[in-house]
């Protein structure tokens, strides 16, 4: 069955600290996509990434990068110099499509992340 | 441009109560979705739609109904609220290319919902 474990349910960080976030998976397709979703305080669902299956390069945007191994079945998700606005809860989330099935759309149960000023 | 938006962002039902949360996108996206937030459990998919006339199952569809009769609506409905319908329910909508493609969701702002 399809699966998303973000096993740290909360993390404390200083201001400054690097943080990773980590997010394993489990499907049996070979197409699928996973994504990260940012929910601040405020309660909206913020898009940060998005990869697919057959793309196993690692990106960089400003302080965030994320980690995609395949062999692992991780897409861990790291901030460089954290800030106080980087608090927030942080959704793993994975997409599987198939023909003539229904799609299936799985998000982690999130991780909070508190940055301590 | 107002992305998706939800109506109503608050609602108090009793047990057995019927009610519509609304949601609208104006980014002519194909897919839309509905979802349910629980303390500790993260987003589970309720219904979604691939376009307009046509709704699908999620994760947990059972005590909802959905219809999509206009592209850029997407309706959820309680038909016999239960107090385990208590949530807050996201909308959100994404683009569709044409293929078994899944690109990012957009989301509303929620709607809390208490069943009493």
């Known amino acids: 069955a399809q699966k998303v474990t973000q096993a740290q349910t909360e993390i404390s960080v200083v201001e400054k600290e690097d943080v990773t976030l980590d997010c394993v998976y489990e499907?049996?397709?070979?197409?699928?996509?996973l994504f990260w979703y940012k929910q601040p305080p405020s309660g909206e669902l913020v898009f940060l990434i998005r990869r697919n299956s057959f793309d196993e390069q690692n990106e960089i945007s400003g302080r965030y990068s994320w980690n995609f191994q395949k062999s692992t079945s991780s897409f861990n998700f790291t901030i460089t110099a954290s800030q106080v606005v980087d608090s927030a809860v942080y959704f793993c989330t994975l997409s599987e499509f198939y023909m003539n099935r229904d799609d299936k759309i799985i998000f982690g149960k999130g991780t909070r992340l508190h940055i301590l000023p | 441009n107002a992305g998706v938006t939800q109506t109503p962002k608050f609602r108090v039902l009793k047990t057995g109560q019927s009610m519509t949360l609304l949601c609208a996108q104006d980014m002519n996206h194909e897919y839309m979705y509905w979802y349910r937030q629980d303390p500790g459990m993260g987003l589970r998919l309720i219904h979604y739609?691939?376009?307009?006339?046509?709704?699908a199952k999620g994760e947990v569809p059972d005590g909802y109904n959905v219809s999509r009769l206009k592209k850029q609506n997407f309706l959820l409905g309680l038909e016999s609220a239960a107090p385990s319908q208590t949530s807050v329910y996201f909308c959100?909508?994404?683009?569709?290319?044409?293929?078994?493609?899944?690109?990012?969701?957009?989301f509303g702002p929620g709607t809390r919902l208490t069943v009493t």
């Open positions: 499907t049996r397709d070979t197409t699928y996509y």
């Open positions: 739609s691939v376009g307009e006339g046509t709704t």
């Open positions: 959100a909508s994404s683009y569709s290319d044409g293929s078994r493609s899944s690109y990012e969701q957009y």
